[in-house]
């Protein structure tokens, strides 16, 4: 996935939801969300900073 479609379908959530300020972001293993990082061409997200 593009990080330009992984935008918008985060931008369609959140106006999708009322209180999308209160809306956590985690992984699929449940692990919270901490920093992005863009290594070699690539957006890595990641639980660690």
């Given at each position: 996935m593009k990080l330009k479609e992984f935008i ?42």
């Open positions: 918008q379908r985060l931008n369609q959530i959140m106006e999708t939801e009322k209180d999308s300020d209160k809306i956590d972001v985690r992984m699929a293993d449940n692990i919270p969300v901490v920093e992005p990082i863009f290594k070699d061409g690539t957006v890595f997200i990641t639980d660690q900073k």
